[in-house]
């Protein structure tokens, strides 16, 4: 079965930077388009970044343009999702997404606080 699983959120500073890593098994992976979202507290869950199968188109979400940037491994089955200069309002839960089998990971933690 299709399985993702999320690493990397912690506690950072404003201005600090993460880098996400989502593992996926149980499909071919390089055959399908990947997506990040967040879900802050008290908000709906949003798109952050979204990567063709190949990783030669993507795209951001309008606040994270020039901060996050998505990538991905086929050869190692993984996306990423790297994030500069963040900012307090950044803080959420992270999730991974394979969105043509409706797939979700568990989720992880970004804290972005002084």
């Known amino acids: 079965q299709v399985q993702l699983v999320e690493s990397g959120g912690g506690l950072v500073q404003p201005g600090g930077s993460l880098r996400l890593s989502c593992a996926a098994s149980?499909?071919?992976?390089?055959?399908?388009?990947m997506r990040w979202y967040r879900q802050a507290p008290g908000k709906e869950r949003e798109l952050v970044a979204a990567i063709t199968n190949t990783g030669g188109s993507t795209n951001h979400l309008d606040s994270v343009k020039g901060r996050f940037t998505i990538s991905r491994d086929n050869a190692k089955n993984m996306v990423f999702l790297q994030m500069n200069n963040l900012k307090p309002e950044d803080t959420a839960v992270y999730y991974c997404?394979?969105?043509?089998?409706?797939?979700w990971g568990q989720g992880t933690q970004v804290t972005v606080s002084s």
């Open positions: 997404s394979a969105p043509t089998f409706n797939a």
């Open positions: 149980g499909f071919t992976f390089r055959y399908y388009g």
